[in-house]
């Protein structure tokens, strides 16, 4: 059986690896789908789809999981939501159950027939890739919050100058 797990991952934090983990214990597999991959240097979205996939796989390598039973993948965003359910099972490969705790997702995924569980999330309200970002720009402790790979890419990358320039910048491009 394998199992589904979406999210933009910007960044990629204890609860989502928490997550994979969870998934892992009650599937073969897991597919972990980057959603949003064609987003970047955006106040929403401030990391490229590589720097996600790096942060994963290296995130996962570290706390020793079978990266043999785990695929990582990225995805573009659907505009048509009547037919996302639809290019989901023909961009990813076949899975039997999709993760999620956002109530839309759920309900447009359900609504396609998929088996849908809804997970037991690890400190929700502290691990939130929003409130890490903010946390990042003013220099609160947030590498508490993410996985050491995930520390050691931000501060390679400066993601604390780029989160602080995308926030302050006039120019404010957007997702459409």
Known sequence: MRGLMMGRFQPFHLGHLDLAKQILGECDEVIIAITSSQFNYLEKDPFTAGERIEMIHNSLKDASLDLGRIFVVSLENQF???????????????FDKVYSGNDYVSMLLSDSGMDVIKPVFLDRPQLNATKIRNM??????????????????????NAKNRLTVISQTDTKPTEH
């Open 80 to 94: 048509n939501v009547a037919t996302w359910a639809s290019y989901l099972k023909s961009a990813l490969p076949h």
């Open 136 to 157: 990042i720009i003013s220099d609160e402790n947030w590498k508490a919050l993410v996985p050491n790979a995930v520390c050691d890419l931000l501060v390679k990358i």
